[in-house]
């Protein structure tokens, strides 16, 4: 089982327009982004596993959610997910690592669905099928059926989209921070996983979560459309 879960929380989240970190936002019942995702995964995994990484007024957010792990990612304004992600690679304790976009709202389902793929200890970025959207993270595969690309620049082939829920193997954890180390500071952690399949030949797997519903919300269509949709 996951030894370390890591919900990467230090953004500034502009472009949702929110006085406050964008996990913290209210959905329509009340419950915040970053509250949902706490009570699913601490349904199936222990709560002593998982770590936000935070900055952006991250007191709100320890404030909001003592009882879990921090990392202080302190330069969140000039840095992008990678370097939280290398954060959290550094930090936390041995085993494979399952992160979270900080602001993707997702059925419970989705979790049954990786669990069984996380016993096994293999590299995996869940991916949607169903959408190929401009703004998104899309993939594309190798003759082996493992991920060739991971960008939001493919412009050719691609097969859906990432949906920012990803987990890395115990043997392959290290391999990955190295590349994260060598990415720009304003890199998604997509870039890492890029490179390490390139330059290492990292195998991983598309794992097709497209019959459950998970939205990131970078906008206030896409906050509505969560509110819709859970």
């Not at 879990?68 to 990678?82: C, E, I, K, L």
């Not at 490179?195 to 497209?210: N, P, Y």
Request: hydrophobic share 40%.
């Amino acid at each position: 089982m996951a030894n370390n879960i890591v919900i990467l929380a230090a953004g500034v989240g502009s472009r949702l327009g929110r006085p406050h970190p964008k996990p913290l936002t209210p959905l329509s019942d009340g419950e915040t982004i970053l509250h949902r995702c706490l009570r699913m995964l601490t349904s199936r995994f222990s709560r002593h596993s998982i770590h936000l990484v935070v900055g952006f007024k991250k007191e709100m957010i320890m404030e909001a959610v003592p009882d879990v792990g921090f990392m202080y990612n302190q330069a969140y304004g000039d840095t992008n997910t990678s370097k939280s992600l290398l954060k959290a690679l550094n930090i936390a304790g041995p085993g494979g690592v399952l992160w979270f976009n900080g602001d993707v709202v997702y059925a419970e389902e989705v979790l049954d669905d990786l669990l069984p793929h996380i016993a096994m200890d293999r590299s995996f970025v869940c991916v949607n099928t169903d959408s190929v959207a401009e703004e998104e993270v899309k993939y594309t595969l190798d003759s082996d059926g493992y991920i060739a690309q991971l960008s939001k620049t493919i412009t050719e082939g691609a097969l859906g989209e990432a949906v920012g829920i990803n987990f890395i193997s115990s043997q392959d954890r290290a391999l990955l921070a190295k590349r994260l180390e060598e990415c720009d500071d304003q890199d998604y952690f997509e870039r890492g996983l890029e490179l390490a399949i390139e330059k290492d030949r990292l195998r991983v797997e598309a794992l097709d979560i497209s019959a459950h519903p998970v939205i990131e919300v970078d906008f206030a269509e896409d906050l509505a459309r969560a509110n819709d949709t859970f």
